[in-house]
């Protein structure tokens, strides 16, 4: 069965330090989302992207964050200096419609130090 | 504010024995929603999505129900088993067609 794949699956990095997250969607899939998980705590939304752009973002989703599909297959989330409470569980998610459930990757888990 | 709640003590139940989840919510008025099972540091999987017009969907030893009326939905795992153990998830789309999760209810299958 297709999956969405995450890479790294673990990543280490200083405060203030850039980071790239990278995933690959299911190849039919129209939709493609970013959530995160605080250790303990729920699953919150990031944002979404459908058509090369973003269509919903969460207040969370601040100016530190981008998106992109750069080539049709990856979808990244960049953080551009990372603080400590970036510190969390990092899942891209995909789905083919709308209304369709959310296929997730096993997430990248990110230690801002 | 719109809120999602799930009880955050851990169920723990006997094998064999049917475990019943619940997902609570308020200010929403939900086209459609959908449960997950979560497993530690790893991804939700979906499991099964029900409708506002559909009263219950099953899904060979799973069942949801959703009541529009009550704002609530029950989840239920005939036949419960060691490997059920995990964290299930209840997610709403409202208005947006965003799924929003709540916290997830612990599930411990005792053999």
């Known amino acids: 069965e297709p999956e969405v794949t995450q890479t790294p699956s673990h990543q280490v990095t200083q405060m203030g330090q850039e980071v790239i997250l990278r995933c690959v969607p299911i190849s039919n899939h129209l939709y493609f989302y970013w959530y995160r998980q605080i250790l303990g705590q729920k699953v919150e939304f990031l944002v979404s992207f459908y058509n090369n752009e973003i269509s919903e973002k969460s207040e969370i989703f601040d100016d530190q964050f981008s998106v992109e599909r750069p080539d049709g297959s990856n979808f990244t989330l960049k953080i551009r200096s990372t603080k400590l409470e970036d510190s969390a569980m990092y899942f891209c998610?995909?789905?083919?419609?709308?209304?369709?459930?959310?296929?997730f990757g096993n997430g990248t888990r990110l230690t801002v130090t | 504010s719109q809120k999602i709640e799930q009880n955050s003590e851990a169920l723990n139940i006997q094998e064999g024995k049917t475990a019943t989840l619940t997902c609570n919510y308020t200010?929403?008025?939900?086209?459609?929603l959908q449960w997950y099972r979560q497993d530690p540091g790893r991804g939700p999987v979906f499991l099964l999505l029900?409708?506002?017009?559909?009263k219950e969907k099953r899904k060979e030893r799973l069942k949801v129900t959703f009541d529009t009326t009550l704002k609530q939905s029950l989840f239920h795992i005939t036949a419960s088993q060691p490997a059920d153990s995990a964290t299930y998830l209840c997610?709403?789309?409202?208005?947006?067609?965003?799924?929003?999760f709540g916290r997830g209810t612990s599930l411990i299958v005792h053999p």
């Open positions: 200010n929403y008025s939900p086209a459609y």
């Open positions: 997610a709403l789309r409202g208005g947006s067609y965003i799924p929003t």
């Open positions: 029900i409708r506002e017009n559909e």
């Open positions: 998610a995909s789905s083919v419609g709308q209304e369709s459930p959310l296929h």
